[in-house]
């Protein structure tokens, strides 16, 4: 079995934490054949699931890192204009006592989690005119007020970024195949292949779902469905044997 593990998975959530330290041994950048020309690394690890043993190989992607990091400036952008309007609006507000200033300061430290910034907030005590109408008479002294302000202080956080940078490129698998299966030696790169191929056996298998072929079989008896079903399956045999001989023979010169 090899599967993607979810990120809610708590082993996964550990492996993740785990290849975020300094010593961890990521192999070398290697890549396979695919298409985008991406580069992978990889480590692995051990753990449990209900009990039984498997190997969690985290896999970090040049493709991913690409794709993934758009998606992230959009949401770091977007964060910083919501926070500095946020940092707007509190200071266009001021509260007329210290306790209602301390309760919403309370309540916006709360509500602010930020991914990507550090936001540190104070109550600040201001000292001003008070406002009256009408134009003040000449040579009248002015009366003063004190109101209470909510001051934002917003930073941006490269650490935080690069951390989920680092996590928008990698991945999890979770197999148990063992190390060496049928005498091959099944290190992480190996896995990793064989499971980018994977792909490749499912679409063939979309064939076999196409309404098109499978939509209505017009057999009365379900041992005649079962031949049929060996049928459709002879038949992908034979398609896929046609198209890798088709493959070896096609050359930049020939394509």
């Keep these: 079995m090899i599967t993607r593990g979810p990120s809610s998975l708590r082993i996964v959530k550990r492996a993740w934490a785990k290849a975020d330290s300094a010593h961890i041994p990521w192999s070398d950048p290697f890549a396979l054949a695919e298409r ?11 753990s449990t699931y209900e009990g039984r043993p498997v190997r969690l190989i985290v896999v970090e992607s040049s493709a991913l890192d690409q794709r993934n990091g758009k998606t ?38 709360a509500s602010l989690r930020p991914r990507f910034h550090r936001v540190e907030a104070v109550v600040e005590e201001i000292v001003r005119p008070k406002k009256r109408r009408g134009r003040p008479k000449k040579g009248a002294e002015l009366d003063m007020e004190t109101v209470y302000a909510l001051r934002l202080n ?102």
């Design 36 to 46: 985008n020309g991406a580069t992978h690394r990889v480590w692995e690890t051990t």
């Design 72 to 109: 992230l400036e959009k949401e770091r952008a977007k964060e910083a204009e919501l926070l500095h309007e946020e940092q707007a609006r509190w200071e266009r507000h001021p509260f007329s006592c210290r306790e209602d200033a301390e309760q919403a300061l309370a309540s916006l430290k």
């Design 154 to 255: 917003v930073e941006f956080d490269q650490d935080a970024w690069e951390q989920a940078k680092r996590k928008a490129s990698r991945f999890v698998l979770v197999t148990t195949v063992p190390k060496e299966w049928k005498g091959q030696q099944m290190d992480a790169q190996e896995i990793l292949k064989l499971y980018k191929g994977q792909i490749s056996v499912e679409m063939n298998f979309a064939f076999l779902k196409d309404p098109f072929f499978t939509d209505e079989i017009d057999v009365k008896k379900p041992e005649r469905v079962a031949v049929l079903g060996y049928l459709f399956l002879l038949a992908l045999a034979i398609y896929r044997v046609f198209q890798r001989r088709v493959h070896q023979f096609i050359t930049p010169e020939r394509p």
